[in-house]
């Protein structure tokens, strides 16, 4: 099993562009999420989803979008980029396991630059 | 939102020495969760305590939460190299989702 795989590792964007990034499970977990992390301050949620075809918001949703069209896939969109984005991107899933609170599986994570 | 205050933020240690990371919330939490990252890397679980008073040992890692269930810590004895990295603890929510504190950033000299 592969996991949680993120694409693309890398990424530059120019202020005002746009792109998706790709998460993919192949765990059969319900739960997937995106964080962002910024030097000194932690993982940040910013979407978060329970099932195929819902999303919720997290911490820090504004700027992004998101869709789980499927089970296995989360994608993550920024509609028009600032350089305030600029962040390492981790995906991560989760099992349902009634009463528990379950760990979380983690991408290796896209480093995102906006100029 | 409800936060979690981890200390301290950095942290440097000579190999060999013994490594603590504290965990503390001004509300009860229902769950604590460990997790550790390696320069470079991604976070990666470590543990989860739910019960007051808990305490769970992982080889060299030792694991508390609170009486109160308002603190936690990650005690690590006789620190390796190998042991680099930064240690967030984190609370899960209704969902199922994390909210991290801000991390503890190990570096053992060898």
């Known amino acids: 099993n592969a996991g949680v795989t993120q694409t693309p590792k890398f990424r530059v964007l120019k202020t005002g562009q746009s792109m998706t990034l790709l998460c993919a499970q192949d765990?059969?977990?319900?739960?997937m999420y995106w964080y962002r992390q910024d030097p000194g301050m932690g993982l940040r949620l910013i979407h978060y989803?329970?099932?195929?075809?819902?999303?919720a918001k997290g911490e820090v949703p504004d700027g992004y979008n998101v869709s789980r069209l499927k089970k296995q896939n989360f994608l993550l969109g920024l509609e028009s980029a600032a350089p305030s984005q600029t962040s390492v991107y981790f995906c991560?899933?989760?099992?349902?396991?009634?009463?528990?609170?379950?760990?979380?599986?983690f991408g290796p994570g896209t480093r995102l630059t906006v100029l | 939102g409800q936060q979690v205050m981890q200390i301290p933020q950095y942290q440097h240690v000579q190999e060999g020495e013994d490594f603590t990371t504290y965990c503390n919330s001004s509300?009860?939490?229902?769950?604590i969760q460990w997790y550790k990252q390696r320069p470079g890397g991604h976070p990666v679980f470590l543990i989860q305590?739910?019960?007051?008073?808990e305490v769970k040992k992982q080889k060299r890692l030792t694991f508390q939460f609170g009486e109160a269930k308002k603190n936690s810590s990650l005690h690590i004895t006789a620190t390796q190299t190998t042991d680099v990295g930064t240690y967030f603890c984190?609370?899960?929510?209704?969902?199922?989702?994390?909210?991290f504190g801000s991390g503890t950033q190990l570096t053992v000299l060898p």
């Open positions: 765990m059969n977990h319900e739960y």
């Open positions: 509300t009860t939490l229902s769950n």
């Open positions: 991560a899933s989760s099992y349902i396991q009634q009463a528990l609170y379950n760990e979380q599986f």
């Open positions: 305590l739910v019960k007051s008073g």
């Open positions: 984190a609370r899960a929510g209704s969902a199922r989702q994390l909210t």
């Open positions: 989803s329970v099932g195929e075809g819902t999303t």
